[in-house]
Each structure stands twice: as C-alpha cells, then as structure tokens.
C-alpha cells in the first residue's frame, strides 16, 4: 500500500517539505515558544522576588515559581525545540517523508499533556524542589 505524500518546496531555500512533516514541525516549535514564554513570565517573579526592594513572592511560593521557571526553561523549551529541528532535519534535510506521522502526533500530544501535568504538580505545591 503506498501513501501519497504531498511536498511544498520553499520558493527562498529551495527545500521540499513534506506536509505532515512542516506541520508537525510547526506544532513543536510552537509548543516550544509556548513554554519559553511561559518559563519568561515565571521569571519576572523569580527577579522581582530576588530584588530586596520589592520581595514580592514568600519563600514558598519563590521555590514552586523557581522549580516550574527552571523546568519549563530548561526541560520543555528545549525539548519541544530539539523535536522541531529533528523533524526539520530527518524529513526537509534527507529528503524522506515520516515514516508513522499518526504515531509522531499521538508522541508530540503525549509531550503536550505530560509537560501540562508537570506544571500543574508543581503549582499544586507538592512537587517543588531546587534543581
């Protein structure tokens, strides 16, 4: 059985993108902003915590915020972000379609739900640890 594959090639680059490819390359990568501006947000409140004049979060509530800054910072933004260039460069770059692009969706989802579920461990005061 053979699957049509539709290619979109880049008019400034020349590169061809496969369809389910280029979305699921996009999806990643705006997950990854996503979290960045999420772990960006989370750290005005670690700065503005850490500035004597303003002290604006307690000690408790500064390690909850300071543990998800640090793993949406340094877990899930880089991870989503890695997932979008590995996609770019095995179908873009070596030129082949996914192999199981229904299998890299239900992944990329799975990748969605277990970083929701992490934050909301953490922001339920239970899970929060210095890295």
């Known amino acids: 059985m053979t699957v049509a594959t539709t290619y979109r090639t880049c008019p400034r680059s020349g590169l061809q993108f496969e369809h389910q490819a280029e979305w699921l390359m996009k999806a990643n990568a705006f997950v990854a902003v996503v979290w ?4 960006g ?3 005005i409140g670690v ?8 002290h604006w979060l307690e000690a408790d509530t500064f390690y909850m915020v300071l543990t998800a800054h640090g793993i949406d910072m340094l877990i899930f933004w ?20 996914l192999a199981m ?4 969706w239900v992944a990329s989802i799975l990748m969605v739900i ?11 005061g239970e899970s929060s640890v210095m890295f």
């Open 36 to 39: 960045l501006l999420v772990g």
């Open 114 to 124: 277990g970083a929701i579920m992490t934050n909301v461990a953490i922001f339920q």
């Open 78 to 97: 880089i991870i989503f972000f890695e997932m979008a260039v590995l996609i770019f460069a095995s179908s873009t770059l070596l030129r082949c379609r």
């Open 41 to 43: 947000l989370l750290a």
């Open 47 to 54: 700065v503005l915590t850490r500035w004597p004049a303003v």
């Open 101 to 104: 692009p229904k299998l890299a």
